[in-house]
């Protein structure tokens, strides 16, 4: 599932593909990842429209064109990609743009569990983003221990909360809880104030590797590198690892280095 590393990378490849370009051609090869606009009505928006900036916002990506802005979310199987108009379209290949004769951008997408969306101005894109937490790159220490320290829940499941924090999925939710030694049961306004200075830190040090690499990496001194091995152990003290759901997803974790936790009356 594409996560805030990797809508990054979308945010590159949309720039140094079509950035300061003038769209040419819209083609909606499948209208399913269209939400509140027809097609009709997003190729007369965007054809002719030069793309000016590119932004994320937690998981979206947003192109905007000095009007109307076009919002990407990739849900689990998204993709944007950077292909030759001539090249043969894959059979998931949803919408393509045309920005030049060589060069076409393509969101692809197997499930089609979210798609794109047209932001006629600015109150639109606020409105399509009311929902959403700070985003996970560029919140500061206070604001992300404020919100902690506000939920009830267990933190593994307010992490991943876009409401709470934008951008954390659950890859990097469990990489960040194993480097900082917490476990993901522990609830989210239990955690002492180290303990989230500490999430933080680590935070920041997990994020900054990872939208390096376009990708949560499976770095072998990573728990991701560890987590889909057929007898995953954890690359720090070698125990194996637990898994368990939390917030309706898998979760990967260490009982030994993420062991200890404050009770939260399920027994986990």
Known sequence: ???????????????????????????????????????????????????????????????????PTLALHFGMTGRLLCAHPDDAADPHDRVLFTVARDRQLRYRDQRKLQGLWLAENHSDVARLLRNQGPDALTVDREEFETALASHRGRVKAVLIDQSVLAGLGNLLADE????????????????TEPERRRLYTQMRRTLRPAVTA???????????????????????????????????????????????????????
């Open 176 to 191: 960040i809880l194993w480097r900082a030694g917490l476990r993901p049961t522990t609830p989210a306004n239990a955690l």
């Open 214 to 268: 376009g990708r949560v990496p499976p770095h072998p001194t990573w728990l991701t590198g560890h987590r889909d091995t057929p007898n995953p152990h954890c690359p720090r003290c070698h125990t194996p690892l637990r898994r368990s759901r939390v917030g309706g997803r898998t979760t990967v974790w260490c009982p030994t280095c993420q062991g200890e936790e404050k009770s939260n009356g399920d027994g986990n």
């Open 1 to 67: 599932m594409p996560e805030l590393p990797d809508v990054e990378g979308f945010r590159n490849v949309l720039q140094s593909c079509a950035q300061g370009r003038v769209i040419r051609r819209v083609d909606v090869r499948d209208t399913g990842v269209l939400h509140g606009v027809s097609a009709p009505r997003l190729r007369d928006a965007l054809e002719g429209r030069r793309i000016t900036r590119a932004e994320r916002q937690g998981k979206w990506l947003l192109a905007h064109t000095g009007g």
